[in-house]
């Protein structure tokens, strides 16, 4: 977010940049966004706090004084935004950092104390929800705790004295060093997305640096580990594994993983990254082709001070090819016969636009290469009874390909509505009446197949086409753009939500996502998950149905396959530890405080179970973005994909019924 070189407070003031960046932005809000929010003294109130979530999410720098002093620009900020006047803005965050500087040095004193671990007491790492605290004293008590906490979690992962000191002098003054490395630009993006974010979530500001940062994220040829990474308290949290990247194919990392550590190399030292902002979290992890890196990772499950684990990854390219759809047979036992399936698992949907507007053509392209695909496993060969279409952590991608995807098992008509800003509402529809697989279908989702993921389920399941199973989808039913500010790119740019996607049967995936016919176990808390957990999502609407016409063919009777999936996964004890897996990540989720008695601390680590490590691999199995459908060479028994086999058998279902 910053460069290495201390930021003097003097440069802390807004620009003529930033007042013409914020009145770009709020044309471009005003004008375009899909919902017209009135920027009004009740949004500026939003921003206020938003603005203090930002800079101290925990609470744990400023104090309850701080905020009375500065209270006045609860009312105000609206007008900041509508006049370009942006000094209140800058003068709260220097009253963070100096708060920051103070926290910084006393946290530094306190390693010079011995701890004692014999003492019931109890430290409260997640203060999202507490108040603020009202003395130096109350602050000075807080980060007793913090830093007695940070020994101890320390200790349990076998650091030595000196080991975990320097540790820890590393992580203060580099908490310090980072705030004070941040720069006018960086002031001004916090604060502008305070405000993009309590109008809606997926509406935000890229300054000039991060824009660069947004244009290399986009790129298929980003060399890393392939994981998208997001801040959760003082942690850089896996938010999603891409497929086909060294991350995926090492098949020992997953969603909701904390990263606490990088190291360079197979021997290099490990740095200690909580604290760190993600930017900088990104830049260790990233790297060239073919190099070696090293992350200390917290499993999802893990209690807070757990001992991390070493994962060791080669760094490389995402390709294309890697992300392309891929076959395989799964088979179920039938009563008169073993039935065989046909499986496509769908990491994205993707298309070489390049490729197509050249007319090249072997331009490629989900639908061609499902189509392809069909063909294999519909041959005489492979002999399959049914397919299942794979969209497990598929969060989307190009709306053509969802939309001529579709069209592969209907005969034609509308296969998603939009409806832009102004209200009018329009349809992609599939104009080919040609059918390329007529057989028994099913689509297996789960809580992060999104966006066109969500378009193509949600048709097949409006025609009547095929049956969906597993879990509620991640709710996103809406449609953005990312607009320059400026040619030069010296103001930045907005990715400004523009419009909404509907259902052909009228209505939208915005928010519930699309609830499959068969709801698998494992959707648990399904209603604070995806689009549904975020602040300020766009509520669920609807319009007006499409004129479409119904698979023709008798639909089965869907009413029994629930019943049938239960009794199946009850007797399954893979699917009980899955569901303990989990457990005990909300469990850990949920987890406010923790305890800093040493013996209780390690007590609870062992508490954890030999089981741990099998319910991880079933979880990373069911919800990984793997080569799940690819050969295991490796030597090793492989981990069933649980999931996998559980929608055979529900389509098995459908057959028989």
Request: hydrophobic letters at 40%.
């Amino acid at each position: 977010m910053a460069d290495s070189q201390e930021v003097t407070l003097a440069s802390l003031e807004p620009t003529i940049e930033h007042r013409q960046a914020t009145a770009g932005i709020m044309q471009l809000m005003q004008r375009y966004h899909y919902s017209r929010v009135q920027v009004d003294d009740e949004l500026s109130e939003q921003i206020f706090d938003r603005y203090l979530d930002s800079i101290d999410p925990q609470k744990s720098f400023l104090l309850a004084s701080d905020i009375e002093e500065f209270s006045q620009l609860r009312n105000e900020f609206d007008d900041a935004l509508l006049n370009a006047q942006l000094s209140p803005v800058f003068d709260l965050f220097k009253r963070f950092r100096s708060r920051v500087g103070e926290r910084a040095a006393f946290a530094r004193g306190l390693l010079k104390n011995d701890f004692d671990f014999t003492i019931d007491e109890s430290y409260t790492f997640d203060r999202e929800d507490a108040p603020w605290p009202e003395s130096s004293a109350a602050l000075d008590e807080l980060w007793r705790k913090r830093v007695k906490n940070d020994v101890l979690s320390l200790r349990l992962a076998d650091r030595t004295d000196e080991e975990l000191m320097k540790t820890l002098e590393e992580r203060y003054e580099r908490m310090e060093r980072r705030v004070i490395q941040l720069r006018a630009n960086d002031v001004f993006q916090i604060f502008v997305n305070a405000y993009t974010l309590s109008v809606e979530p997926h509406t935000s500001y890229f300054s000039p640096r991060s824009s660069e940062n947004f244009e290399i994220n986009m790129s298929l040829s980003l060399e890393g580990i392939g994981a998208a990474l997001q801040t959760v308290n003082e942690y850089t949290v896996i938010q999603r594994i891409i497929t086909g990247g060294p991350a995926a194919l090492s098949e020992k990392l997953s969603a909701e993983d904390r990263i606490v550590g990088v190291g360079q190399g197979k021997k290099g030292e490990i740095v200690d990254v909580v604290s760190w902002p993600i930017n900088d979290v990104v830049d260790l992890i990233r790297g060239p082709k073919g190099s070696t890196v090293r992350l200390k990772v917290l499993p999802a499950s893990a209690a807070e001070g757990s001992p991390p684990q070493v994962i060791t990854l080669v760094r490389d390219k995402i390709k294309l090819e890697e992300q392309a759809a891929k076959s395989s047979v799964v088979e179920v036992a039938a009563a008169d016969k073993t039935r065989r399936f046909g499986v496509i698992d769908l990491p994205t949907f993707y298309l070489d636009g390049a490729g197509r507007a050249k007319g090249l053509p072997d331009y490629r392209s989900t639908t061609r290469d499902v189509r392809r695909l069909l063909g294999e496993l519909t041959s005489a060969e492979k002999e399959i009874d049914g397919v299942i279409i794979d969209l497990r952590g598929n969060g989307g991608g190009s709306l053509l390909e969802a939309t001529q995807l579709t069209g592969l098992f209907i005969k034609s008509g509308p296969v998603v509505q939009i409806r832009d800003a102004s209200g009018k509402v329009s349809a992609e529809t599939d104009n080919d009446p040609a059918v390329v697989y007529s057989g028994p279908l099913a689509v297996l989702v789960d809580r992060r197949s999104a966006s066109a993921s969500e378009i193509f389920a949600a048709a097949i399941q409006d025609y009547g086409r095929g049956v969906i199973v597993g879990e509620p989808t991640f709710g996103k039913g809406t449609v953005q753009t990312v607009a320059p500010l400026d040619r030069e790119g010296k103001l930045g740019q907005l990715k400004v939500t523009m419009a909404q996607f509907f259902r052909v049967n009228g209505e939208g995936t915005q928010f519930r996502g699309v609830v499959p016919d068969v709801l698998f176990p494992t959707a648990l808390d399904s209603d604070a998950q995806g689009e549904r957990g975020l602040d300020n999502a766009l509520p669920w609407a609807k319009v007006a149905a499409a004129s479409f016409n119904a698979w023709p063919e008798p639909t089965a009777d869907y009413s029994n396959l629930q019943s049938r999936h239960e009794s199946r996964y009850r007797a399954n004890e893979a699917f009980d530890l899955l569901i303990d897996e989990l457990q005990a990540q909300r469990v850990a989720r949920e987890e406010r405080s923790v305890s800093l008695l040493e013996s209780v601390r390690r007590q609870e680590i062992l508490d954890q179970g030999p089981e741990r490590e099998k319910r991880q691999e079933l979880f990373r199995r069911a919800f990984g973005a793997s080569s799940r459908s690819g050969d295991d060479d490796s030597g090793e028994a492989e981990v069933p994909d649980i999931i996998l086999q559980e929608a055979a058998n529900v389509l098995n279902d459908v057959i028989d019924l």
